[in-house]
């Protein structure tokens, strides 16, 4: 069965503007949760949407947004980049939530120049 | 505050050998520990993990150590080989919550 999908796979934006990631999620995993990944940092959360949802969010400023739609694709915002947000942005499914059946997409890589 | 502490941050093992990765968590709610193994250009992949009510769990070449009371937790490569050079990833939750991931060991296994 297809995996966890994630589109586009690099993308190059500049400072100030906005950016929009896509996550196409394994078919009938109904979570969705996002991560940013730097060098040294590790994975950091960023929030999970279930059934459309937004059930759990980490400690990232309101310039990151996400939202889930009805056939559980779900889309990561984030206004008013910054340098800093320059990462791998990788999205993971599951049929209910962490942590059974966590399966990761190849990730998003976004510079900020 | 990083709730998962990793190291060490690279590792370099000739072909053969036993590399071990450590990871050490506070919070005693998390009840699911895994590891991930994330080569370039790929998201990460769940090796293997454990629950805390045991000890050891093998599977494959792969085995994860787990001292509740030290509230530690390692993974051993037996045998490595140069297919296993890739960078690792320690996790803890507590079911239904998000993951806290350690911040990842880089390890490189020499032919």
């Known amino acids: 069965k297809a995996g966890v999908t994630q589109t586009p796979r690099y993308l190059i934006k500049t400072r100030g503007q906005q950016v929009t990631l896509s996550c196409s999620p394994i078919?009938?995993?109904?979570?969705v949760s996002w991560y940013q990944q730097t060098p040294g940092q590790g994975l950091q959360f960023l929030f999970e949407y279930f059934s459309e949802t937004q059930r759990n969010k980490g400690n990232f400023p309101g310039r990151f947004s996400g939202r889930q739609f009805s056939n559980s694709r779900s889309e990561m915002n984030v206004s008013t980049l910054e340098l800093g947000d320059s990462a791998l942005y990788l999205c993971a499914s599951s049929l209910f939530g962490p942590p059974y059946g966590y399966t990761f997409g190849s990730g998003t890589r976004l510079t900020v120049v | 505050q990083q709730q998962v502490k990793q190291s060490p941050q690279s590792l370099i093992v000739q072909k053969g050998g036993i590399p071990i990765i450590n990871c050490a968590y506070e919070n005693t709610a998390f009840d699911y520990f895994p590891w991930y193994q994330q080569f370039p250009g790929k998201g990460p992949a769940l090796l293997i993990a454990i629950r805390p009510d045991v000890s050891e769990k093998k599977e494959g070449r792969f085995t994860i150590s787990f001292n509740k009371s030290a509230k530690q937790f390692s993974l051993h490569i037996m045998d490595s080989q140069p297919g296993d050079s890739a960078t690792y990833f320690c996790a803890a939750t507590n079911t239904g919550n998000q993951f806290y991931f350690g911040t990842g060991t880089s390890l490189t296994v020499i032919p």
């Open positions: 078919s009938g995993h109904r979570s």
